[in-house]
């Protein structure tokens, strides 16, 4: 299969490719090394719509495809991790669950400001002791009529301190299981709800990563999302569509990290010629190559899914395995491949690898990705 990028799609891709090198490469070790959040940078992504790609315009988005969206995410990824999650949380996690499935008033209060770029989203799921079994939610969001009262601790939240608009996934009736759920919108100053410290991460440093405390927030029943119980499949929903996200990102990582590879044994010379003629380094290259190839196919493949209106939710999972598989794998060998300079933070493929790592964790470990992918083929 083919994809041909229309003229837009391919404008969106060379607008990414020049933000991402103009705006985001100057300072990337300055941010990962003290933990920055790339602030400015988010503003102006705003500016150029990429904060909500695929809301309708009359919501305050870019009304694009996935495609372009995921062909975004790929060329900022190249550069910068920790700036693409942010984006691709606010995409993928918050600004289209409330378009998918918030109010008509939902949508005016949050979602024109989330898509464009005014404030961010966070998407809460993950707690100290529910990360991959999703279902065991220990916060509690107890019916008192009129409003929700939610207690609890939520972890490992990406945007966690610098979102204004956090969905929160919690459990109304625990005797009904995962049909007992609800997601709710939390604003940051509610009355109870506290941030937590920051986390000291491995990779994506300048991504800022909280957990969150809930203590007797009164939430207002307009701002659950959905029917009753309607929280956990929501969230599985959400993240379906979130795994394309983080499948592009994992593919720029491994891109971003193959191309300075590429350049870099073109230019190094050992045993006198470029390292790029020795066989150990050429074949390294030839399988990277090979390998992103096939990850990009995956992951342009479940973005036209989902554009198609097809399901998503088997390519998107094969598309997060792989990608990230590769992301991982391709950091690596572009570390080997860069010698004793990889080891330098000032080569940034020290900081892919650190980065590419996470992409095997969030949003449905690779372990995850195997049981949605292995139950939806062996449904029938
Ligand atoms: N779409 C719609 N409904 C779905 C669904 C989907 N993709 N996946 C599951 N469901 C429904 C099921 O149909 C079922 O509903 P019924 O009982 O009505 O049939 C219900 O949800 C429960 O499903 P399961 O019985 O399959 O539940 P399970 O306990 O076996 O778990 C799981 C399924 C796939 C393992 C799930 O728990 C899961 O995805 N876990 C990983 C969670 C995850 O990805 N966490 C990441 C945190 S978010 C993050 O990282 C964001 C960030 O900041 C970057």
Same mark, same amino acid.
């Given at each position: 299969m083919e994809f041909k990028l229309s003229e837009e799609q391919l404008m969106i891709q060379q607008a990414a490719k020049d933000f991402a090198q103009n705006e985001l490469l100057p300072e990337v070790i300055e941010r990962d090394d003290a933990q920055k959040f790339p602030t400015q940078q988010i503003k102006k992504m705003g500016e150029l719509g990429f904060m909500g790609m695929m809301v309708n315009e009359n919501y305050g988005g870019s009304g694009l495809d996935t495609l372009s969206y995921v062909l975004v995410? #790929?060329?900022?990824?190249?550069?910068?991790?920790?700036?693409?999650?942010?984006?691709?949380?606010?995409?993928?996690l918050v600004c289209w669950g409330l378009e998918t499935y918030g109010t008509e008033e939902q949508k005016q209060k949050y979602l024109t400001k989330l898509a464009s770029g005014e404030i961010i989203g966070a998407f809460c799921l993950s707690e100290p002791e529910a990360g991959s079994d999703a279902t065991s939610q220990k916060t509690t969001a107890i019916d008192k009529g009129d409003h929700y009262i939610l207690n609890g601790t939520k972890n490992w939240i990406t945007n966690g301190s610098t979102a204004e608009v956090y969905l929160v996934i919690a459990q109304t009736d625990v005797e009904k299981g995962h049909k007992g759920i609800n997601a709710l919108i939390v604003e940051k100053g509610m009355e109870g709800f506290e941030i937590g410290p920051k986390e000291n991460k491995l990779g994506i440093r300048g991504s800022d990563t909280h957990s969150l405390i809930f203590n007797d927030v009164k939430v207002p029943k307009e701002n659950r999302i959905g029917e009753d119980g309607f929280g956990f499949?929501?969230?599985?929903?959400?993240?379906?569509?979130? /795994?394309?996200? +983080?499948?592009?990102?994992? @593919?720029?990582?491994?891109?971003?990290?193959? #191309?300075?590879?590429?350049?870099?044994?073109k230019e190094r010379k050992a045993f006198g010629t470029e390292i790029a003629n020795h066989q150990a380094i050429a074949f390294k290259l030839a399988d990277m190559h090979t390998k992103i190839q096939a990850a990009r196919h995956l992951v342009y493949q479940s973005a036209c899914d989902k554009d198609n209106g097809d399901d998503y939710t088997l390519s998107g999972a094969m598309a997060? @395995?792989?990608?990230? #598989?590769?992301?991982?794998?391709?950091?690596? #060998?572009?570390?080997?491949?860069?010698?004793?300079?990889?080891?330098?933070?000032?080569?940034?493929?020290? /900081?892919?690898? /650190?980065?590419?790592?996470?992409?095997? +964790?969030?949003?449905?470990?690779?372990?995850?990705?195997?049981?949605?992918?292995?139950?939806? +083929?062996?449904?029938?």
């Amino acid at each position: 299969m083919e994809f041909k990028l229309s003229e837009e799609q391919l404008m969106i891709q060379q607008a990414a490719k020049d933000f991402a090198q103009n705006e985001l490469l100057p300072e990337v070790i300055e941010r990962d090394d003290a933990q920055k959040f790339p602030t400015q940078q988010i503003k102006k992504m705003g500016e150029l719509g990429f904060m909500g790609m695929m809301v309708n315009e009359n919501y305050g988005g870019s009304g694009l495809d996935t495609l372009s969206y995921v062909l975004v995410m #790929e060329e900022l990824s190249k550069v910068d991790a920790s700036a693409s999650v942010v984006v691709s949380v606010n995409n993928s996690l918050v600004c289209w669950g409330l378009e998918t499935y918030g109010t008509e008033e939902q949508k005016q209060k949050y979602l024109t400001k989330l898509a464009s770029g005014e404030i961010i989203g966070a998407f809460c799921l993950s707690e100290p002791e529910a990360g991959s079994d999703a279902t065991s939610q220990k916060t509690t969001a107890i019916d008192k009529g009129d409003h929700y009262i939610l207690n609890g601790t939520k972890n490992w939240i990406t945007n966690g301190s610098t979102a204004e608009v956090y969905l929160v996934i919690a459990q109304t009736d625990v005797e009904k299981g995962h049909k007992g759920i609800n997601a709710l919108i939390v604003e940051k100053g509610m009355e109870g709800f506290e941030i937590g410290p920051k986390e000291n991460k491995l990779g994506i440093r300048g991504s800022d990563t909280h957990s969150l405390i809930f203590n007797d927030v009164k939430v207002p029943k307009e701002n659950r999302i959905g029917e009753d119980g309607f929280g956990f499949k929501f969230a599985m929903k959400t993240l379906a569509g979130g /795994r394309i996200g +983080i499948a592009a990102q994992a @593919l720029g990582i491994a891109a971003g990290a193959y #191309e300075l590879s590429k350049k870099y044994a073109k230019e190094r010379k050992a045993f006198g010629t470029e390292i790029a003629n020795h066989q150990a380094i050429a074949f390294k290259l030839a399988d990277m190559h090979t390998k992103i190839q096939a990850a990009r196919h995956l992951v342009y493949q479940s973005a036209c899914d989902k554009d198609n209106g097809d399901d998503y939710t088997l390519s998107g999972a094969m598309a997060k @395995l792989y990608a990230s #598989e590769v992301a991982m794998e391709t950091a690596v #060998e572009a570390v080997q491949i860069h010698g004793g300079n990889g080891f330098v933070k000032d080569y940034h493929v020290e /900081r892919m690898m /650190r980065d590419a790592k996470i992409t095997q +964790i969030y949003e449905g470990t690779s372990e995850i990705q195997k049981i949605v992918i292995s139950r939806s +083929i062996l449904k029938d």
